[in-house]
């Protein structure tokens, strides 16, 4: 742990976003959906996708966010379906959708389902660990508000969007890819101002006017008042790396451009829409355009156990590979993966998310740490 995080209790956590999610009308479904969600992000070591991002559920309801809406399965095939969010979150439309994909897929041996008309679902790790407890693979993401500029570009029209995929495992950690696809979103703009001297970790922040690029985020970021890590920003975001920028326009295609409810980036609000209508209550679209879920059942092929030493060879080769002196072989996702085997029950978090959750959050509803932390204490034990 360093000054910038602090150690607490994972079960405590998420019974404070499940109670702050309930006192804004959630159910008690969508908020375990939620609290989950975060909680999971924080045991996989991914705290910009933690307790911070609640503030884009916060900003979001400003902006229309349905609480009671339950997201609806408009369409299906015998694989494929759509999802309706009904302005409802990410974190329960995309739970909807991974549930139906992976029942579907037990028979069908792949299935895919779309999203849209949701607002943001975080990390999606927990989505496609879904999957991953199955002995299933899947994929999984959404666009976003326009955050990245198309290289060449100096204005934002790209989304910055979050993908998750998993393969089944044995002993070893599995496959696992949970990254983004642009260099950089509004939390690390606030992540460098605050902890970095306002440094980005590469010269990524374009400026619209110039043209001009450079690695300090200071003279554009935009702090949002009441959050830590949900900032704006006037420069464009630099997408670093031509494959980045391929991943990116592919993975739209994949979320907006062929899904039935599907919209692009371009077309989406932007964060100081959002901001705007934190003052005035102006309804504002969605802050995704599409999703999808992909789950593959390798089962139906052969022996999934066959398959899963395979896969453990591999990350063995991998692991076993000679390094470069001063270095280590690292799988990604593995850190994380060991934190959910062992069923890690204390997380980090950043001292940057803490207040704004449980001061200008929670007590918007009359809620405190202090008042949680009893009513936690005085909970039954399992």
């Known amino acids: 742990m360093s000054d910038d995080t ?20 959630a159910s008690e479904a969508h908020a375990a959906c939620i609290a989950e969600g975060i909680g999971f992000a924080h045991r996989q070591g991914k705290l910009n996708q933690g307790l911070g991002v609640y503030e884009c559920i916060d900003i ?102 979050p993908f998750d995929a998993i393969a089944p495992s044995g002993g070893e950690a599995p496959i696992w890819a949970s990254l983004k696809f ?25 400026d619209t006017e110039t043209g001009e690029i450079t690695e300090d985020a200071s003279p554009y970021a935009i702090p949002i008042e009441g959050y830590g890590r949900l900032w704006d920003y006037s420069c464009a975001g630099r997408i670093a790396s031509p494959r980045t ?35 005035d209550g102006t309804e504002v679209a969605a802050s995704v355009g599409g999703s999808y879920y992909i789950c593959i059942n390798p089962g139906l092929l052969g022996s999934i156990d066959e398959m899963k030493a395979k896969s453990d060879a591999f990350v063995q080769d991998i692991s076993e590979c000679k390094t470069i002196p001063g270095q280590s072989i690292r799988i990604p996702g593995a850190k994380g993966y060991q934190s959910l085997q062992n069923n890690e029950q204390t997380v980090e978090i950043l001292t940057s998310h803490w207040d704004p959750f449980f001061v200008n959050i929670a007590g918007k509803y009359g809620l405190s740490e202090t008042k949680m932390r009893a009513d936690f204490s005085a909970q039954p034990a399992l």
């Open 6 to 25: 602090r150690t607490e209790n994972l079960a405590f956590l998420q019974y404070a976003i499940a109670q702050v999610c309930q006192a804004w009308g």
């Open 60 to 161: 979001a309801l400003y902006a229309g966010l349905d609480p009671q809406a339950v997201p609806e399965l408009q369409s299906e095939g015998p694989a494929m379906a759509v999802f309706d969010g009904k302005r409802s979150s990410g974190y329960y439309t995309l739970n909807l959708m991974a549930d139906w994909a992976i029942e579907r897929a037990r028979t069908t041996g792949i299935a895919i389902a779309y999203g849209g008309n949701h607002f943001d679902g975080g990390s999606f790790a927990s989505y496609v660990y879904k999957a991953y407890e199955n002995d299933m693979l899947a994929f999984s993401s959404n666009n976003t508000v326009p955050l990245a500029a198309p290289i060449g570009g100096r204005e934002n029209v790209l989304s910055c969007p």
């Open 245 to 279: 920028y391929a991943l990116n326009l592919w993975n739209e295609a994949m979320t907006s451009l062929f899904n039935p409810l599907g919209i692009a980036s371009s077309n989406l609000p932007t964060i100081a829409d959002y901001d705007q209508a934190k003052q």
């Open 182 to 206: 642009a260099e950089f979103y509004d939390a690390d703009i606030a992540e460098a101002v605050l902890h970095n001297e306002g440094k980005m970790k590469g010269d990524w922040c374009i």
